[in-house]
């Protein structure tokens, strides 16, 4: 059961705005963010500390805001006025510590996260998801339509899905089990060595469009 403690506000797009100030009082190991639609910026601190800005862009819509901390959980949603995200924007900036899992859904729109080093699950309906200095464990990013790149430092298990657009992973030079595939495009893999066996994992896989896993 969730213990509510944030603010649930309904404001128009089409002025923009601000809610109110969402006040992280106890600490968490997990980040839940549900969009639908806009822009969510995820940044690691290394000093352990956490802080959470959101914008509404201007737009055509109503943006349902809300969210809550609870039981090692901040949880934060923005749900447009109408089905279609069309003229619905929210734009969350947050800090989170290196560690925290983080869950990020987003109808349409862009995903970007920088040193996160917890486990990562994004999937982004149509849009993009850019992943950068990730050293995630265990890394999980689909795109309906668009395209992802993940440029990690360290690999675990890293599994990437496009139905339509680009997917590109930039990894270490080193031993994978690799699994690449395109159903109509093309396929580019350099720089790592395919061994089914190996520790670490990386699956890059389009419906149609472009894949690319290279070593640096």
Do not use: N
């Amino acid at each position: 059961m969730w213990r509510f403690i944030g603010a649930l506000s309904l404001l128009p797009a089409c002025s923009g705005g601000q809610d109110g100030p969402i006040v992280l009082d106890e600490a968490f190991d997990r980040l839940v963010v549900d969009v639908d639609g806009g822009h969510v910026a995820l940044s690691a601190t290394t000093d352990g500390s956490a802080a959470v800005s959101r914008t509404v862009e201007k737009g055509g819509q109503k943006v349902s805001l809300a969210w809550d901390l609870a039981d090692g959980t901040l949880w934060l949603s923005a749900a447009c006025e109408k089905a279609d995200p069309a003229g619905c924007d929210v734009v969350h900036t947050i800090d989170v510590p290196a560690e925290v899992a983080v869950e990020v859904r987003v109808g349409v729109g862009a995903v970007e996260g920088w040193a996160l080093a917890g486990p990562v699950d994004v999937g982004v309906g149509e849009g993009a998801v850019h992943l950068t200095w990730s050293s995630s464990p265990d890394l999980v990013a689909v795109v309906g339509a668009g395209d992802v790149t993940v440029d990690a430092v360290s690999v675990g298990a890293i599994d990437v899905t496009v139905g339509q657009g680009a997917a590109e992973l930039l990894v270490p030079q080193g031993t994978y089990a690799v699994d690449a595939w395109v159903g109509e495009g093309t396929v580019d893999v350099s720089g790592v060595l395919d061994d089914p066996s190996a520790a670490a994992s990386l699956a890059a896989r389009a419906g149609a469009g472009v894949v690319t896993v290279a070593g640096y």
